[in-house]
Nanobody
Framework: VQLVESGGGWVQPGGSLTLSCAAS????????MKWYRQAPGKERELVAS???GGTANSVPRFFISRDNARNSAYLLMNSLKSEDTAQYSC?????????WGQGTQVTVSS
């Protein structure tokens, strides 16, 4: 099983960024997909989740989606702020199994 995030980088405050999480080696439609972030010196926090049926929840300004045909989940981040700077990781989970990606760095600064 492999989860590979991409799309991170540097963005100015107020900008937008879309992260992708490509999954392989698993039956993607059976997994809830989640995005977490962790800033230096802070606890890891959940920012978005989407169920197998497509029900999505996220913090304000962020939107999660999934494309089951592409075995991928996405995180659209709008109106980015400096406090959004963090390592962002995706997670695939069922009631029994959990997999993590390696993460992608997002830096918001002017």
């Amino acid at each position: 099983v492999q989860l590979v995030e991409s799309g991170g980088g540097w963005v100015q405050p107020g900008g937008s960024l879309t992260l992708s999480c490509a999954a392989s080696g698993l039956t993607f439609t059976r997994y809830v997909m989640k995005w977490y972030r962790q800033a230096p010196g802070k606890e890891r926090e959940l920012v978005a989740s989407i169920s197998t049926g497509g029900t999505a929840n996220s913090v304000p300004r962020f939107f999660i989606s999934r494309d089951n045909a592409r075995n991928s989940a996405y995180l659209l981040m709008n109106s980015l702020k400096s406090e959004d700077t963090a390592q962002y990781s995706c997670r695939a989970e069922t009631g029994i199994l959990t997999y993590w990606g390696q993460g992608t760095q997002v830096t918001v600064s002017s």
